[in-house]
């Protein structure tokens, strides 16, 4: 080495070395006790791994923190409110107001935030293509919790029908509400100084 390395540097560097072997270890035997407690749920896990954005080891945090019962909530409302992925009300006057999400798990919704950033990444999906309609609306910490949300809700109907996720596309928010679409574009276009007309196109045998 270059430099100035004296004894008592290579004695601290001694001790940072058997920290980090010992940090090893103990990881190398927590991973090896995962998998034998996860064995008896590895078929929710091989469901859960569907879900874009969704890895092993989140999939993991998930089975773990719900035990992967579904039969506890009576609805999927009923885990998300559990988990605190819920935004919260506040009643004045018989008016609802919107406030933070109610406290939950924690280490469930630190999982759920880990699959909601990664599944922004997966192209041509409902998840992503909900994120890039949502956050110019909303901002990306809420968009995050409504990603975390609509996982959370897949989760329930998954574990409780025993099927795989089922992925709707990237259109799927248009196709199911075009109006919104062309209320959307007549809008912007107002705004650039044009009028939109709208005329279906005649559909093909």
């Known amino acids: 080495m270059t430099g100035r390395f004296t004894g008592h540097h290579a004695f601290m560097l001694k001790l940072h070395l058997q920290v980090i072997d010992q940090l090893t270890a103990a990881i190398e035997e927590l991973s090896s006790q995962i998998e034998v407690v996860i064995e008896p749920f590895r078929g929710q ?27 506890k909530f009576p609805t999927a409302g009923h885990l998300a409110s559990w988990a605190g992925i819920c935004p919260g009300h506040h009643q004045s006057a018989q ?55 609509s996982i959370l809700r897949s989760i329930w109907h998954m574990l409780v029908s025993n099927q795989p996720y089922r992925e709707l596309g990237a259109g799927y928010h248009q196709r199911r509400h075009p109006q919104n679409v062309l209320r959307r ?15 279906p196109l005649p559909k093909t045998a």
Do not use: C, W
Not at 124 to 144: M, N
């Open 95 to 149: 008016v609802n107001q919107k406030a933070r999400t109610r406290p939950g798990n924690s280490y469930l919704k630190g999982a759920l935030g880990q699959a909601a950033m990664s599944s922004m990444q997966v192209h041509d999906t409902f998840l992503q293509d909900r994120h890039h309609r949502l956050k110019p609306r909303i901002g990306g910490l809420k968009t995050i919790v409504a990603l975390e949300h």
């Open 185 to 199: 574009i007549t809008r912007q276009a107002q705004e650039l100084g044009y009028a939109a007309h709208f005329e």
């Open 45 to 71: 896990l091989r469901l859960l791994i569907t879900i874009p954005g969704v890895s092993e080891q989140i999939a993991v945090v998930i089975i773990a923190e719900t035990g992967a019962d579904m039969s």
